[in-house]
């Protein structure tokens, strides 16, 4: 299985979909979500899921990545930029602007994909990709370990694209 997306050029995520983009919630996030197009994946795949994380965050966190977006159940091989925000053929988890570092941002909003920030750095985001045999039993605003929970023993193969986000 292979994922690419047309927001990541040469290995870094173009400027629209973070914090030097022009597209924010009204609390400043970022929602101009990543597109990206899944590639051969196995032949029982009935769905995807998507976890885009920061690991670069532990520093800025106290000690946790941060999670920009949680989406499952997409069952077509691409999701068009900014789709976050329009599509009703998935369900998307809350990302961590729910946080007190996040300034406790309602879940309603955070719903949706979180853009990039960095605040100390240029940081390494993972779009990791699973492909699995079966749509998951979640709920709108899903939290990251409920999204493992589903997914074991589901997952048929995964892939992960890798992209920086300069410092705003």
Request: charged letters at 20%; a negative charge.
């Given at each position: 299985?292979?994922?690419?997306?047309?927001?990541?050029?040469?290995?870094?995520?173009?400027?629209?979909?973070?914090?030097?983009?022009t597209?924010?919630?009204e609390?400043?996030?970022?929602?101009?979500?990543?597109?990206?197009?899944?590639?051969?994946a196995?032949?029982?795949?009935?769905?995807?899921?998507?976890v885009?994380?920061?690991?670069?965050?532990?520093?800025?966190?106290?000690?946790?990545?941060?999670?920009?977006?949680?989406?499952?159940?997409?069952?077509?091989?691409?999701?068009?930029?900014?789709?976050?925000?329009?599509?009703?053929?998935?369900?998307?988890?809350?990302n961590?602007?729910?946080?007190?570092?996040?300034?406790?941002?309602?879940?309603?909003?955070?719903?949706?994909?979180?853009?990039?920030?960095?605040?100390?750095?240029?940081h390494?985001?993972?779009?990791?990709?699973?492909?699995?045999?079966?749509?998951?039993n979640?709920?709108?605003?899903?939290?990251?370990?409920?999204?493992?929970r589903?997914?074991?023993?589901?997952?048929?193969?995964?892939?992960?694209l890798?992209?920086?986000?300069?410092?705003?």
């Amino acid at each position: 299985m292979i994922v690419t997306s047309t927001g990541i050029v040469n290995g870094i995520i173009q400027d629209k979909f973070g914090g030097r983009g022009t597209q924010f919630n009204e609390n400043g996030i970022p929602t101009y979500s990543l597109p990206f197009k899944v590639e051969n994946a196995p032949k029982k795949t009935q769905c995807f899921a998507i976890v885009l994380e920061d690991k670069d965050a532990y520093p800025v966190t106290g000690g946790f990545a941060w999670i920009h977006w949680l989406a499952a159940n997409i069952a077509r091989n691409e999701v068009k930029e900014n789709e976050s925000q329009s599509a009703n053929d998935f369900v998307q988890g809350c990302n961590s602007w729910t946080s007190i570092q996040g300034n406790q941002q309602s879940k309603e909003l955070s719903c949706f994909y979180g853009g990039m920030t960095p605040p100390d750095r240029a940081h390494v985001y993972e779009l990791h990709v699973f492909a699995l045999d079966k749509l998951l039993n979640l709920q709108k605003g899903f939290l990251l370990n409920e999204l493992y929970r589903e997914m074991t023993d589901h997952i048929l193969d995964s892939y992960t694209l890798k992209g920086i986000y300069e410092k705003i």
